[in-house]
Structure formats: C-alpha cells, structure tokens
C-alpha cells in the first residue's frame, strides 16, 4: 500500500487566515496529502500566522521552535510557515535566522503556489522561500476543504487602504482588491447546492467592497444578490469600518430577510483624540449616530465590537470615555485587547506609551463593564423565541447542543446530535454572560 501523506495544519489570527487554511487544505487533498491532528504522525507540518498581536508570534517562535526535536528524529519532515509573519518584512529575517530547520516560508499572496513549493523541496531538499510583494488580482477557482458542511466562510475582499496607525494588516495583506460578484456568487450557489445554509462574507473592510472594481456594484448591492440565492438562509458579514457604512447599506440590513440582525462594528476607543491619532476618522459622536440609526433601521439588532486600551498617549480621561462609549452603545459583546507596537507602524514610534500594569488594569475595567452589559442584555432575552443553526455538541455537556441565533448569541439547550446543521426554534430560559441557555420549541 502506499503511504498517504499527512500534514499537520494549525491556524492563528483572524476568519481570513482560517478561509486561507481551508484553501491551503484543498491545494494539499489535490497532491494526495491526507490530515492529522497530531504533529508527530504528520510529514509536513505547517503553521498559518498571524501578526496582528505579539502574543501569537510568540507562540509560533515557542511552537515551531519545539518541532527541531522532531525534526532531528524524523529528517524528512517538512516544516512550513506561511501566511502574515513570513509576509512581514521586518520578521521575515528574523525567522529565517531563528527557526533554522524550517523547511518553507510562504506569505499571503501566494498560498496557491504551494504545490509547486513542496515539489521544489522534495527535488532539491533545499529551504525554499517565497515572499511576493504584491497581491495582484485575486487568484480565482483554487480548492477548498472547508471546515464545515453547513455554514461557510466566503472571502469579497483582500486587503485593506485604511492604515489604522496601529495595524499591520495594510502592510501584509496589501491594498483592497475586491472579487466579482459573479466570482462571490458562484462559490455562495454551489455551497447553497452541497448544503450551506449559512454564508459569512468575509474582507477587512467589507464596507468598501467594490470600490475598486469597474462596476456599479457596491456592498450593499452585493448582499441583494447573495439574499436571491436559493438554500442560503443567513448571511453574515465581516468587518466593517465605521466610516464606511452608508445609509443604503443599513436600510438593506433591515430590508433583506436572509442578512443577519447583527453588526460588527469596531470602535476601538471612545475618545476623539484617541480615535485621530488612530487615524481611524470617525468621531464618538459619529459612532454612536450610526448605532442610533442601526437600532432604528433593524430594531432588535445585535452589536459587536473590538476595544483597544492603552494606545500610545491614552490618559485616564481617554480611558473613561472608552467606558462611557461602551455603556451608552451597549455592545452585545466585544473583543478586547491590549495595545500592541508593531513594526512598521506609526503607532510603534509615538511618545508616551502606556505602561503594562496599566494597560492591563484598564482591560480588567473595560471586561468587567462589557460583562456587565453583555448579561444585562442576555437577560432581557429570557422568554424570548429565537431562530438557532445547531452547530455542534455543548464541549462541557455531551447532552446538550450549542448553536447560534441570527443575533449572534451562543445559545445551549438539550436535544439530539441529530440536529446539527438544521435551523431549530428555541426558547431561551437562562441568561449568561457569553450565551444563554433555552429549550427546543
Ligand atoms: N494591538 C492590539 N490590537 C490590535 N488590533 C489590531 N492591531 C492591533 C494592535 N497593534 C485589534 C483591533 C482590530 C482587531 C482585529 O485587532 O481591535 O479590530
Ligand atoms: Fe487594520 Fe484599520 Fe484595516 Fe482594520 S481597517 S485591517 S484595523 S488598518
């Protein structure tokens, strides 16, 4: 019999890298590789990095620093990183001299080309290297073995103009290059032919989809044409840039029923000078008129957020109108994280940066007023009927089945594996602060 190769595949960072990992997958089913869940049984290991954050490029350093052992036992391992680290100018060096016995380095804009990569290191048992600078347009028909039968990440976008002070992602991912429609459409219809009920269209900035093409189609012309495609129940979106989100997209958030009554909506801080030295272009003000109109338009709308505490310069006073913001918008739930210097970014070279113990104490605070709010919220929905897609089985409680209402809540209720993938009625019984707790209808 012939040995089936494996390969070990783990994903850091954002729902883009998870989408790439899909793709990354189907490209290595198509070379007859087979798929492991453990790094000692696999003949190539590969991680896909994120480099939003410090923390998890230090656990790849940590990780793949660990794998020389295997490698020294097993020689004809090949070990692999790809994706936002590797694309990184200033890190690429770095990895190259710190992990000596990785064999592959791959960016962001060439995950197709990894067929050809792999057979150059088995030709010529030599490291291979291959970075390109730019993303050109997006590369359309690649496989994709998708995580899921169900509900189904669909990337619009790539990149990002934006060039929050803090971000890397514009440096990475390069400038925003849109698919067309007919591209996005084709994937949504034969995901809706093998069963998806459920689309999440993906870019870093969803908002200004299209932008860049020759066409007449904007987001929200793109969400009425994803709404006609029949067996797509749900449809979902993210991220979307607060400056970006026109009227005529929240009037079709309330319009077509298919598209979710959730928004997220990254704020990252309350206080305007916060906001402008993060060159994110929005005032408080703005952001709360936007949620006003939101709620107005699709009433009962859930809202989600990301939150940053300690950029460079944020006083107490900055800090306090983050808190204000979050108890006037009343996110549903929110993503919280601590300032980051990234090489490369405007951010990384501005006075006063914030000391740790205080960065982590203003997250302490801002957690605990979301928790507050998140319950307070999920309290008011005890009584309440909801639409769930049963996604699998509760991890804490074989007996019980976890899923997801179109507001985004996790909720937890008994019944049978039988269920998941199917859209179920529930009612919600018991509020938490990140899910409630109901029974089938
Ligand atoms: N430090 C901390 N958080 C960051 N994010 C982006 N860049 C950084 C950074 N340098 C957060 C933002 C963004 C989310 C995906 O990650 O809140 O919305
Ligand atoms: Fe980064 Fe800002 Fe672009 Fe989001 S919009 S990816 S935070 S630069």
Redesign the pocket.
Known sequence: MVHKRLAFIRTFG?QMNERDTETIRGLLQQEGYGFTDHPEDADLILYNTCC??ENPERKVYGQVGQLQELKAKKPELIIGICGCMPQQQEELPILLERLPHVDLFFGTHNIHRLPELLHRIYATGERVVEILDDGGEPVEGLPALRNNDFKAFVTIMHGCNNFCS???VPYVRGRERSRTPEAILEEIRSLADRGVKEVTLLGQNVNSYGKDLKLDVDFADLLELINEVPGIRRIRFT?SHPKDISDKLIRQLGRLEKVCEHLHL?V?AGSNNVLKAMNRRYTREYYLEIVEKVRQEVPGISLTT???VGFPGESDADFADTLSLVEKAKFDSA?T??????KG?PATEMPDQVPEEVKKERIYQLIELQNKVSLELNQALVGTQVEVLVEGVSKSDSQMLTGKTRTAKTVVFPGNQGLIGELVKVKITEAQTWSVVGELI
């Open positions: 954002c939003v954050r803090y971000c890397i991220t990254p990252q990301d939150i940053m993503f994280f601590i300032y980051s210097p990234r970014t």
